[in-house]
């Protein structure tokens, strides 16, 4: 039998439907307004018509689940934003304790050896959280091989290091697990100081640095930072320039009384430590920060098919992976190899600068294209676990929604701090070694500085 009349239920679940977008529409804040009014506008208008033209029940249905359908993504759209300004207020810091194979983990440590500068709170905290090295004597080497022959010889049981930093006391010690092993972790949190430095982002020009680790486990744990950006951004004119410092870049700490080291080694003290670091290089202060996890890249970039990266050389990994000059499709675990290469190309540190702003480029590309969308919600828990930010979720919704409503394109620059190979010893890795850094050079400093300042200054009406 032909449906000729209209059940109410029909007519009361297309209102109920019609709320929903409406309020997921309006609770969008990365939607230019102006749009939100059109597609209200659009809701309504539509909704009327066919409570007005039609009698079949089953359209209003299809019209009451389509809405459904489209308000439940607009509301994954702005979860999506949410996730990536989940910001957390600590950082993670991971030890481990290394013992003899000839040991049982249980027995009592007496004496633990170890490297490195640490604070009398971090001390404290490593303690609290294990209750053998908490009783334990802690004596303190300046010699890493001396610390590994002590304990090969007994003289202490045991030794403390950060995990992430336990590859170079035993750098020279090809046969460590033969003799030794990782006895147990000790994982903790710290309280992360307040960094951000807000402005209005729609209006005044800001700062970020862009911060990649690479490691395993949660973005915030404390390690080296391999990829260091500062992105200066002027919201007005839609400027923007991109400056790529090299991991070796030789350069005073902005912690640890301003210690002579490695860029890369501030990422092992905090990312304040980082920024602080990069802001006295470039006498900018740095608004907000940005860190990326490359290893959760592998799940984001499978979960999209495939990523096109752009390469400026030839190269074969060590592994066997081939990279050609020019554009390559890369998997996960291939794009994050070619994010990590820099012994087998010509230009070392500096391919694998570049090649890491090629990699974001492609997932940026990638992730914009329309038939990429309905995976955000596949995608939203990955950035949640790779991407750190201090930049609110307001901001980025502000962002977005003014990027949306303007819909000009935007003037990149890039440029890389230009600097000379040496070298150095550094204060993170044992002084009885010298290790490779890069000296920045300072023509090519300043004139990276004065790039910044004229994207910081210009206005719109200039």
């Keep these: 039998m032909k449906n000729k009349t209209v059940k109410p239920y029909a007519t009361i679940f297309i209102v109920i439907a019609s709320a929903i977008l409406v309020m997921s529409l309006l609770s969008m804040r990365f ?3 102006q749009y939100r009014l059109i597609l209200i506008f659009a809701c309504g208008a539509l909704s009327m018509l066919v409570l007005l033209l039609t009698k ?3 359209w209003r249905y299809t019209l009451g689940v389509s809405m459904l359908i489209i308000a439940f993504g607009f509301v994954l759209g702005q979860q999506f934003v949410d996730n990536l300004s989940d910001a957390k207020d600590y950082e993670v810091l991971e030890f481990v304790v290394v ?9 009592t440590i007496n ?4 490297y490195g500068h640490f604070s009398k709170e971090t001390l404290a905290d490593v303690k609290k959280n294990n209750e053998q090295v908490a009783k334990a004597e802690l004596i303190h080497y300046g010699d890493t ?7 090969k010889s007994e003289k202490i049981d045991g030794i403390l290091s950060q995990s992430n930093v336990l590859q170079d006391i035993m750098f020279f010690e090809t046969d460590f697990e033969s003799w030794a092993h990782v006895s147990e972790k000790i994982v903790f949190q710290v309280a992360r100081p307040e960094i951000v430095k807000p402005v209005d982002v729609t209006k005044e020009p800001f700062t970020v640095l862009i911060s990649g680790v690479d490691l395993y486990g949660d973005v915030v744990t404390r390690s080296r930072s391999d990829m260091n950006m500062i992105v200066a951004v002027n919201p007005t004119t839609q400027s923007l320039l991109s400056v790529s410092l090299p991991r070796d870049t030789y350069i005073p700490l902005g912690c640890e009384d301003g210690s002579l080291d490695k860029l890369t080694h501030a990422g092992l003290y905090g990312i304040s430590c980082t920024v602080k670091t990069v802001e006295n290089l470039m006498d900018q202060p740095i ?3 940005v860190r990326i996890n490359f290893t959760g890249l592998v799940d984001i970039i499978d979960i999209l098919g495939g990523v096109e990266v752009y390469s400026d050389n030839e190269f074969t990994t060590d592994s066997g992976m081939h990279i050609k000059k020019g554009m390559n499709t890369l998997d996960g675990t291939q794009a994050l190899e070619f994010a990590r290469e820099r012994y087998n190309i010509e230009s070392g540190d500096l391919a694998r600068v570049a090649n890491h702003q090629a990699l974001l480029k492609g997932i940026i590309t990638k992730i914009s294209s329309s038939e990429q969308m309905m995976k955000i919600p596949q995608l939203s828990r990955y950035f949640k676990d790779m991407v750190d930010t201090n930049l609110t979720e307001d901001d980025i919704s502000k962002l977005l929604s003014q990027h949306l409503s303007q819909n000009n394109s935007w003037t990149i620059h890039e440029a890389i701090l230009g600097g000379t190979g040496d070298m150095q010893e550094v204060y993170s ?6 290790y490779y850094v890069y000296w920045p050079n300072a023509e090519s400093l300043q004139e990276i500085r004065r790039q910044i300042d004229d994207i910081m200054t210009v206005s719109e009406e200039s």
């Design 111 to 114: 004496k633990v050896g170890y």
């Design 429 to 434: 890795l044992p002084s009885d070694y010298k």
């Design 99 to 107: 013992r003899r194979n000839d040991v049982v983990d249980a027995d």
């Design 145 to 151: 091989n001396q610390l590994v022959d002590d304990l």
């Design 56 to 58: 079949k029940s089953i």
């Design 31 to 33: 939607l230019p307004m």
């Design 287 to 289: 608004n907000y920060f």
